[in-house]
């Protein structure tokens, strides 16, 4: 399959390839200088090697599990709040948690994006379960994603309600 500029220029996003890419426009020059792991699976794709396109989806399977795995701890860590196991450390790691979280779905959504960009071949109904597959299980592990970030932004709302409720009562109950 011939590479297409376009579609590895919306690809690169703010990366960008050396000029030596740009002034022979073809993929073999372009895969050692670019910047990222799934860049290169596309455009060697593109160039006509279809193992690339397996290990786009293999990329998009890793994060959907990792993204399982961030939502499983948070999911555990929301009793904590509020209790006596309650801590600021744990706050920051549920903040950080929540983070890579949202850095793994954007991350994921545009590798999906990606991979249904890419040209269709002959084995175009197995990639077609495969992307419907994909699409699925990530739009599974998101919505459970957020509903546990929802949980725990819940539990922080009650969590200072009642700081501020009990700071009241502590200000308006008169010192003797």
Excluded: C
Aim: no cysteine; glycine share 2%.
């Amino acid at each position: 399959m011939p590479f297409s500029r376009t579609t590895a220029e919306l690809q690169l996003e703010s990366d960008h390839v050396t000029e030596e890419w740009q002034k022979s426009g073809n993929a073999a020059a372009a895969v050692p200088f670019t910047k990222r792991k799934v860049e290169i699976s596309i455009m060697a794709y593109q160039a006509g090697i279809p193992e690339e396109l397996n290990a786009l989806a293999n990329n998009i399977s890793s994060n959907i599990q990792k993204l399982t795995l961030l939502t499983s701890d948070l999911q555990r860590a929301v009793p904590q709040l509020g209790s006596e196991q309650d801590s600021s450390e744990l706050r920051q790691r549920l903040q950080q948690k929540q983070q890579q979280g949202n850095q793994l779905a954007k991350e994921t959504d545009r590798l999906i994006k990606a991979f249904s960009a890419l040209p269709v071949s002959t084995d175009q109904r197995q990639r077609k379960l495969q992307k419907e597959r994909l699409l699925n299980d990530f739009s599974s592990v998101l919505n459970s994603f957020q509903k546990t970030q929802r949980q725990v932004a819940n539990k922080e709302k009650e969590f200072v309600a009642r700081v501020r409720a009990s700071s009241r009562l502590s200000v308006s109950t008169p010192v003797h």
